[in-house]
């Protein structure tokens, strides 16, 4: 998955660096330009793009209408003055600011240096998943709340998952970059924000929608069943079998008793158990094998593996008589 790490002392080159992660902007350093440096750590998610910007010391950034995306800033530390439209925020660790494709955006801080971790979220991704959530047409610029508090509620949650990206951002060729873990991820984080944020669709968000038919569920049990393999996302699974996002959901609580990725998560476990049966240890590691099915974090894939199966899956591997 491509990523980029760079640290520049040339703000022509800050600039048009980080555009190529972020949007096109104007760059003015509001300090000793002689101290100048920036850092930039990014990668890219698919429809998210996700990174690490830092500055020695105060600038301003000034962009056009962001046209094609959403962004989120979190300031990693200090304080970060952001204007959007009409809308003011003092972005802080605890306080992101929020940014609409409609609207110019400024944004002034690094007293001190400092960073932020970026994320920018393609303007049609997060539109298209709105709409299968409410299962109604998307026409128009999602209104999102200038920012988002991280420090309560769903803000915190949200805060939760987007803050375990920095260990991607530093790592872009770990198990977290692989298309069966990252595809997901990002649609995890679009969806998370629409549920944090205000916007005007909010309401529709918390109507629950018809129950569909077994049939439907059946068929999507059996997709997941039969390419388990796939990097797949609820919506993925949704649109194949006829279903809007939040029907696959709740047929999947009523039917079948958990959601549809914590199936797919069992299928794959199994499919892990087999492939640990089967390979040879002299040859093929653990960490390799949970890889393969998604599985990035070994602690939790160990605890997972041994409450199904009662036992570590380093004692499956081993060789036996």
Not at 34 to 51: E, H, I, Q, Y
Not at 172 to 195: F, T, W
Request: charged share 25%; glycine share 8%; aromatic share 6%.
């Amino acid at each position: 998955m491509p990523g980029i790490s760079i640290r520049t002392c040339e703000p022509d080159e800050a600039r048009d660096r980080c555009a190529e992660v972020y949007f096109p902007h104007r760059l003015t350093v509001l300090h000793d330009r002689t101290r100048f440096a920036m850092s930039l750590s990014a990668t890219d998610l698919g429809p998210v793009s996700v990174g690490l910007l830092g500055y020695a010391g105060e600038v301003r950034l000034e962009t056009a209408e962001l046209e094609t995306g959403y962004e989120v800033n979190v300031p990693l530390g200090g304080r970060l003055r952001t204007w959007t439209g009409r809308d003011e925020v003092c972005a802080t660790p605890g306080l992101a600011a929020v940014y609409r494709p409609d609207s110019r955006s400024t944004l002034q801080g690094w007293e001190g240096g400092g960073r932020l971790l970026g994320l920018k979220i393609d303007r049609a991704a997060l539109e298209e998943e709105l709409a299968e959530l409410v299962d109604a047409p998307v026409r128009s610029v999602v209104r999102l709340g200038p920012s988002l508090d991280l420090r309560r509620g769903p803000g915190r949650q949200w805060w939760a998952l987007a803050r375990s990206l920095t260990e991607l951002v530093r790592d872009p060729g770990g198990p977290m970059s692989l298309p069966i873990v990252a595809r997901p991820l990002a649609q995890s984080l679009v969806v998370a924000l629409l549920h944090a944020v205000d916007h005007p669709y909010r309401d529709a968000l918390d109507h629950r929608p018809t129950v569909p038919r077994p049939a439907a569920i059946r068929q999507a049990v059996d997709l997941l069943e039969a390419e388990p393999q796939t990097p797949v996302t609820v919506t993925d699974v949704a649109r194949r079998v006829g279903l809007s996002t939040r029907a696959l959901q709740e047929g999947f609580a009523r039917h079948v008793g958990v959601p549809p990725m914590a199936y797919l998560r069992r299928v794959r476990l199994r499919r892990a158990h087999a492939d640990l049966r089967a390979a040879d240890p002299a040859r093929h590691g653990v960490a390799e094998i949970a890889g393969r099915w998604g599985f990035t974090h070994l602690g939790r894939f160990a605890a997972a593996y041994r409450a199904q199966y009662g036992t570590a899956p380093s004692e499956t591997l081993r060789p036996r008589p």
